[in-house]
RNA sequence: GCCCCGGUAGUGUAGCGGCCUAUCAUGCCAGCCUGUCGAGCUGGCGACCCGGAUUCAAAUUCCGGCCGGGGCGCCA
């Protein structure tokens, strides 16, 4: 180790030598220096104890009294917690300390005092609101369990990347500014775009269509959608975020769909292997799916739920609460993940293929992808005949010509496709069974919060 | 857009017409303690969202405002 024959100088070379967990045996009786926020303090008299975090974990800073310079003694038991601190000591095994080691500190360097009191407790032993720690994120994010959640979606992205760039697909970007012309379905948000009026982009969903004229053939993005809707619960927000692709030459949305289940199971896969610490710490444990997953049709879906008597009326979208109800039959069934097939092709976008390809179909090659009882997926074969496409919008009372960008690019070779998005925030939060999807962003925007 | 519910110290709560000079915990401050790790003990600090109204009396009831939570619809 080469900190180990490093000698002892007046100043600290670096704020960091080692993080709390990367110290070994290797390192006791030697000289190092850590540094991150002050957790705790224990002050018992001749002893002290002081309880340092960093993104690893923590470790204790042990003060003799007797045995330290008192003014260092004082410097450090006076620091108020959440203060960021560099320590230089020796590290002495401890069987008695967090970690086998104590640091017993010869040099601190205070590098940025906390205020008192805190707007809210790392540690604390109290609840907190979620609205509380939402307006001190920055404080709610110390907490090893909330970083946990975040440390698990980097992994659920990685694995995204990892699986759909090994599959020859390309990351592309859309804008989130957009003209006038949209998808409908939802509320934009308006924004001033100079003389003109332009909205946030619901979905990348026009764009990655008009990409499959291009002969990139598999492009995905990592997008944001817009969504003006005036709800309020606990699996909604304004603007999140999505692993959007679209495919082309599928011969129908089972090519997508398989593209799809693989998917999840490599997410899966990925967060199993590489987030046990985090799984733990939350108290989950996950299941990775085998494929292929579970099919069920909407008149199937609907046929069953009319058995345990709740009733749809043909070509509604399956409501909240059948959507709940759907979720534990399956679950009885041992089937956590499950498609949705066939739907309607009224209930579906105007851009979804008919089942025959004709614009008065009763179904579409439309799918959801459900997880325990929540759509964490939607996705379609997509209609790629301009005739079609026109008869489709206009079906849906949209007029044609306000899609003449996104048209034109079905007028001059466009190969049949599908694609999905595929919801992150639900992913991580019905992953880990958490109850409130604002848990699942770092800076969430609901209906009242757009700070910070 | 529709329908419920709530706002009490920094944080989380109890109180729901007079017993409130407002409970408890946590936090913060001071003191004691040589092995703490949800440390412990002693003492102290700190709050009824705002504006009207009712009443002898309002944290408590009513009205309005502001802020927030949840459900539905819609969706990821």
Redesign the pocket.
């Known amino acids: 180790m080469q900190f180990c024959s490093m000698k002892a100088s007046d100043k600290m070379e670096c704020y960091r030598t080692h993080y709390s967990t990367e110290v070994t045996t290797a390192q006791h009786g030697c000289e190092i220096t850590v540094a991150g926020w002050v957790q705790?303090i224990?002050?018992?008299?001749?002893?002290a104890?002081l309880i340092l975090r960093d993104r690893m974990g923590t470790l204790?800073v042990?003060m003799?009294k007797?045995k330290l310079d008192p003014e260092l003694f004082k410097k450090l038991c006076g620091l108020?917690?959440e203060s960021v601190i560099a320590v230089r000591g020796t590290c002495k095994p401890?069987d008695?300390?967090?970690n086998g080691y104590?640091v017993i500190p010869e040099e601190v360097e205070i590098l940025s005092e906390a205020g008192?009191?805190?707007?809210?407790?790392v540690v604390?032993?109290?609840?907190?609101?979620?609205?509380?720690r939402l307006d001190n994120r920055f404080i709610d994010l110390r907490k090893e369990e909330v970083q946990a959640i975040f440390k698990i979606r980097n992994r659920v992205i990685e694995a995204a990347h990892g699986y759909l760039r090994g599959n020859g697909f390309i990351e592309m970007h859309s804008p989130n500014i957009i003209g006038a012309s949209s998808e409908g379905?939802?509320d934009l948000f308006a924004v001033q775009y100079f003389e003109k009026q332009a909205f946030l982009s619901q979905?990348p969903q026009l764009y990655k269509q008009t990409m499959m004229a291009t002969g990139f053939d598999r492009v995905y993005e990592i997008a944001k959608?817009f969504?003006a809707?005036?709800?309020?619960?606990?699996?909604?927000?304004?603007e999140?975020t999505?692993i959007d692709l679209e495919m082309a030459f599928v011969r129908s949305e089972e090519d997508v769909m398989g593209t799809l289940e693989r998917l999840i199971r490599h997410i899966w896969d990925h967060v199993a292997d590489n987030c046990t610490d985090e799984l733990s710490l939350l108290g989950v444990s996950i299941t990775v799916p085998s494929l292929p997953m579970r099919r069920v049709t909407y008149d199937e879906a609907v046929e069953r739920l009319a058995k345990s008597g709740v009733d749809i009326k043909w070509g509604?979208?399956i409501?909240?609460?059948a959507?709940k109800l759907l979720g534990d039959l399956m679950q009885k069934e041992g089937c956590e993940f499950y498609f949705i097939t066939k739907y309607p092709l009224e209930a579906k976008p105007f851009y979804a293929m008919p089942e025959n390809g004709m614009a008065d179909d009763r179904y579409a090659r439309a799918f959801?992808l459900e997880l325990n009882g929540v759509?964490?997926?939607?996705g379609a074969q997509r209609i790629h005949d301009v005739k079609l496409l026109e008869e489709r919008i206009t079906a849906k009372g949209l007029k044609p010509s306000d899609f003449e960008g996104y048209l034109k690019a079905f007028r001059y070779g466009m190969p049949p496709h599908g694609g999905f998005?595929l919801?992150i925030?639900?992913i991580v939060m019905n992953m880990l069974g958490i109850q409130?999807?604002r848990e699942c962003t770092l800076f969430p925007r609901?209906?009242?919060?757009i700070s910070p």
Do not use: C, W
């Open positions: 705790d224990r002050e018992m008299g001749s002893i104890f204790q042990t003799l007797k108020n917690r401890s008695k300390a967090r104590e008192t009191p805190l707007p809210m407790g604390d032993k109290v609840g907190v609101d979620l609205d509380t379905g939802t979905s959608y969504r809707e005036q709800h309020n619960t606990r699996r909604h927000l304004n999140s999505a509604d979208d409501g909240t609460e959507e959801d759509e964490i997926t939607s998005g919801g925030e639900r409130n999807i609901d209906r009242m919060r």
